[in-house]
């Protein structure tokens, strides 16, 4: 079975696979009211926590988020580019095809 998302074209330009995993590329909105994956905004993913961003608080919350909606650990999702930033790099390390199923579900779920 074929799950990769070149067959998404907008999730294709959000998402990268990468040896060990899941390059994500996000918008992200600190402070908002609640926490989730909002949806796919131009080339990326917009997600939103409630944390403002204050001393690292919001990409903690993004890391944490992002953990529990991909069923990672915490401790597997890295910030790779964007720390004092809306626009965020992360790695999700894990299965890449899980993991890109579990985009394209949550993805289908916030439209």
């Given amino acids: 079975m074929n799950n990769s998302h070149d067959s998404h074209p907008r999730i294709a330009q959000a998402a990268r696979r990468a040896d060990n995993g899941l390059i994500l590329f996000l918008h992200v909105v600190p402070g908002a009211s609640r926490a989730g994956v909002i949806g796919l ?33 915490k401790s597997s999702v890295t910030l790779l580019k964007g720390e004092k930033s809306k626009q965020k790099t992360i790695l999700l390390t894990g299965d890449p095809d899980k993991l890109i199923a579990k985009l394209t579900e949550l993805l289908a779920k916030a439209v």
């Fill in 41 to 73: 905004i131009e080339e990326r993913i917009k997600v939103s926590v409630t944390k403002k961003a204050l001393d690292g608080a919001a990409n903690e919350a993004v890391r944490a988020l992002l953990a529990d909606c991909f069923d990672l650990s």
